[in-house]
């Protein structure tokens, strides 16, 4: 398999949303199903939140990162937003749904924003 990295930016919306899992589809339909479930749902969840905790304008925007290489999928969301410690918040799906699906994940600051980052495990081709 072939390593393959994308980038999307989206603006501080609802409906970018349904941009990132049309985005998604588009660049990453070639991975196994529940891949790229996994991956809209991660991403979607980490989004949603995003757009609920972060103070922005209107010319904010998000970032999501995706790269696949040696049988892993490496996913990172970014945002202008003040960022947070895992372990200081009250878990809800997001935190929930990382800690059961992703291989691994973790919060960074990077370049002034905050980073939501995790893997996923690519099944080979056999």
Not at 76 to 97: H, N
Not at 101 to 111: H, I
Request: proline share 6%; charged share 25%; net charge negative.
């Amino acid at each position: 398999m072939a390593d393959r990295h994308k980038e999307l930016r989206v603006p501080v919306l609802g409906s970018s949303l349904s941009v990132a899992r049309e985005w998604l589809d588009a660049e990453f339909g070639w991975l196994a199903p529940d891949v790229l479930f996994a991956a809209k749902l991660l991403v979607c969840e980490i989004l949603s939140n995003a757009l609920r905790h972060i103070d922005s304008t209107e010319r904010d925007v998000l970032g999501i990162s995706i790269g696949v290489s040696a049988g892993i999928l490496h996913a990172s969301v970014s945002d202008p937003g003040a960022g947070f410690d895992p372990a200081d918040v009250v878990p809800g799906w997001g935190v929930y749904l990382l800690g059961r699906v992703a291989a691994r994940w973790q919060v960074v600051r990077r370049d002034g924003r905050t980073c939501v980052e995790f893997d996923l495990e690519v099944p080979q081709p056999s």
